[in-house]
């Protein structure tokens, strides 16, 4: 990727392993600004962020639910096209497994425009993508094709992938017939190119891509950790109380101790401001300190990773690019050793 291995979440899915020993994965890249951008959207309306899941996995998820609901067999191969706004997804998948997945740079907002014209790129596309299944040997030939999005709006664009593909077409909604809130219909209004297909497969099914940044996932942890202290804590104080009250009563010495229990509040009062202040002082230091020492560091992680048969000449170390390293070795397999230990 274009991206430093900071700038970005990763996950993965196994989605088939073969005698042979080779599996197939399903990898996730996404940069570090565009789920913080979900993270901060999610946040801001007040719910609670569980997981990012992948639309892919969504989508597949989907399509299970769509042949359980239709009574289908799962053992043909299958085609998925989920025409959005301004893309589509594409997946072929043979029983439960995802063997192709393709994003096309067309949607509902270009058919809208020019059926024809988009709807040939669109099915000049899945033309060229079982063409490539085929050449690349996997065995799967698609018997079916599942088509959703905007139903009402496809019906015409149907016809067009059955006799350009010559395969049966079924046209379901995203929401798969199921009864629809309020707030669902008001966005189908809002929103009428978009596809919730991936995001109903996410929704039904529990999912195993997750590329929310650990620092949300931490910061989540430390929160309920909080509350839970916070909680933990009230009900100690609630038992102080209710013991002070109980002492209240049986030696009749209510001023007193309301006046002991006053001088305790206030030194809390004043120790939990002390504390608070130390607190804030610490993260201005951690602050300032944090990318202190990154040249040093580095210097020790590969001095400690350098065979003796590695001279280094120079090392040059510029702030937010890297570090270059110039130096000689008799071995040149010692070089290659070094590379992959740096790399590990």
């Known amino acids: 990727t274009p991206y430093a291995k ?4 990763t996950d993965f899915l196994i989605m088939h392993r073969d005698a042979s ?8 890249i996404v940069h570090q600004d565009v789920v913080g951008h979900v993270v901060q ?8 962020l569980d997981r990012i899941g992948c639309e892919a996995e969504g989508l597949l998820q989907w399509f299970h639910l769509a042949k359980k609901s239709s009574g289908g067999s799962t053992d043909s191969p299958s085609l998925v096209v989920d025409i959005d706004g301004g893309t589509a997804t594409v997946l072929v998948i043979d029983r439960t497994q995802l063997v192709l997945h393709r994003s096309l740079a067309t949607g509902a907002e270009q058919l809208h425009e020019d059926l024809t014209q988009a709807g040939a790129r669109i099915v000049s596309e ?7 299944l085929e050449l690349e040997g996997a065995g799967v030939k698609v018997q079916e094709v599942w088509l959703t999005g905007r139903t009402e709006r496809l019906e015409a664009f149907k016809g067009m992938v059955e006799q350009g593909l010559n395969l049966p077409v079924h046209l379901v909604a995203p929401w798969l017939e199921q009864p629809m ?3 669902a219909r ?3 209004e809002r929103l009428p190119d978009v596809s919730f297909a991936g995001l109903v497969g996410l929704a039904y099914a529990s999912s195993t891509v997750d590329v929310t940044p650990q620092a949300t996932k931490l910061r989540h942890a430390f929160e309920t950790k909080a509350k839970a202290l916070v909680s933990l ?7 102080l109380v209710l013991m002070a009250f109980l002492l209240i009563g049986r030696a009749q010495k209510e001023q007193w101790y309301y006046r002991a229990l006053h001088q305790v509040y206030q030194r809390s009062a004043q120790e939990a401001g002390l504390v608070e202040s130390a607190v804030h002082q610490m993260a201005v230091v951690k602050a300032q300190l944090r990318h202190r020492g990154r040249l040093l560091a580095a210097v020790e992680a590969m001095a400690n990773r350098t065979a003796p048969q590695i001279r280094w000449e120079s090392i040059a170390f510029t702030e937010g690019e890297g570090v270059i390293l110039k130096g000689s070795s008799p071995e040149l397999p010692r070089v ?9």
């Open 6 to 9: 900071e700038e970005i979440v």
């Open 21 to 28: 020993g080779y599996s197939r994965i399903l990898l996730v």
């Open 41 to 48: 959207l999610v946040e801001s309306s007040g719910l609670l």
């Open 126 to 132: 899945l033309q060229r993508s079982l063409e490539a």
């Open 181 to 183: 809130s309020e707030g």
């Open 186 to 188: 008001v966005a189908l």
């Open 233 to 239: 804590g009230c009900q100690g104080v609630g038992a």
């Open 336 to 344: 290659y050793e070094f590379v992959a230990a740096l790399d590990a």
